[in-house]
């Protein structure tokens, strides 16, 4: 069977399912409801399917409709992605970057580590998106981003990859102790996982795993009252005179910002001392737009300048 229907159908069928039915898809479309009823009408005969039924004055999909629904939405993605690659083509980098960047990078780290790529690309448009590990590998699975800088827990058979170790220094990377002037003994500026015993930590899920293990190392189980995905939650804790937090050091750098924060000490963890790495990554399923292959390059040139200044 020669099935006809084309993107402009598609895109009529997301909009009908996004607004809940014809007469509010027809307004967002900016056209009038009989020519839009028309091709959901001409959409169902030429699959042979019914995709929507009537509820209380609204439409809901079917089992059909749903399976086009996720079907259509990737086809429409892909559509417009196409259009944006040859346009960028035409202009140069003109487009728009979604890059995600784990929260304890994202202030201070990002954007020195971006602004000469968007310098040298005025008409960039950059959309950022801050969360954790696995929130930003989410959004790189549903293609709301092509390229995250995260830590290095994630699945690299699904995923290409650049380590940028050598961009994040060592005093970053590494876990640092956060908290009130009582909790800490001495005058030192480092604090040795032993002096974790019997403290009350509040720590970031990510982290949570290899605090304990290091913490059973040192012969005692890591009294851990909170695991959480938010430094500015970690910090505010502290500072309620909660526990000491065990955050990366160039989050802790973020207590400044905060009302009070002059009062919370930051020293480094060691003995062991632990670290994640940290990577650029983009999903092995999806074509990376002319912008975002332009800042994968720009990324092994700053790599390549780093190796051989070392």
Known sequence: MEICMDIRQLKYFLTITDEGGITAAAKKLHMSQPPLSKQLM????????????????SLEL????????????????DFDQTIQIFDDMKNGISGTLHIGCIASLAILFFPNFIKDFVKENPKLNLQMYESNTSGLLRLLDQRTAELCIIKNNFDKSKYNYISIDCLVSDSEDSLCAVALPKYFASANDDFDFNDLKDKSLIVQRFYETPIKNACIDCGFDANIICSHESVMTSLNW??????????????????SLLVGGENLIVKRLINPSISSGTSLVWSKNQTLSPTAIQFVKAINDMLSKSSSNT
Request: one cysteine or more; charged letters at 20%; glycine letters at 6%.
């Open 238 to 255: 502290c500072l309620c005179d909660m526990g000491i937090s065990i955050i990366p050091y160039s989050a802790a750098k973020l207590t």
């Open 42 to 57: 001409l959409l169902e005969s030429e699959l042979g399917v019914k995709l929507f039924e009537r509820k209380n004055k």
């Open 62 to 77: 079917t089992n059909e409709g749903r399976v086009l629904y996720q079907q259509a939405s990737l086809i429409s993605h």
